[in-house]
């Protein structure tokens, strides 16, 4: 390398570690104010902005179970409005403020559906009537079972 020139470059770096760092570097740094894809080991994602190996501005975080989180970030931290898509596709919204987020369901019916459902009006029947029809055979065929004091069946 020539003293006092820069090195610009799009690329991937892989740590020791196996994390994949993608986007634009300057003279092997990670240029800031541009978007980078991040991959770690463990199966988390970032792609988003990043300035001072922190993340920065819009960005989506992807769990290692799938999950995604749009949002503005500072310093690493979710702020302000955010968005958030779970494993089974649902979708939360809510707002992040010093570290703590709060976020709300959208579009879900799980209650709706549950009181509306053939299951709910017969587990609930079962449920008024002193439990449900399992559990009521099980008892019923375990207190016909008598076991003297060493365990045997009498």
């Known amino acids: 390398m020539v003293s006092g020139s ?6 991937a770096y892989t740590t020791a570690e196996g994390d994949i760092y993608e986007g634009h570097w300057d003279s092997d740094k990670l240029a800031t ?24 501005g819009k960005g989506r975080y992807q769990y290692p179970d799938g999950s995604t989180l749009e949002a503005d ?5 979710p702020i302000g409005k955010l968005a958030l898509e779970d494993p089974n596709g649902h979708s939360w919204f809510g707002t992040a403020s010093q570290g703590y987020a709060w976020l709300q369901p959208a579009n879900h019916y799980y209650e709706k559906l ?11 029947m079962d449920e008024s009537a002193g439990g449900d029809a399992v559990n009521k055979e099980k008892n019923s065929s375990m207190n016909k079972t008598k076991l003297s004091d060493n365990g045997d069946v009498k």
């Open 33 to 56: 104010n541009t978007d980078v894809d991040i991959t770690y080991i463990e199966g988390s994602k970032y792609q988003g902005a990043m300035k001072d190996w922190a993340y920065f």
């Open 6 to 11: 820069v090195v610009s470059w799009e690329g």
């Open 73 to 77: 970030f500072f310093d690493n931290i």
């Open 114 to 124: 549950e009181k509306t459902g053939k299951t709910y009006k017969k587990r609930n």
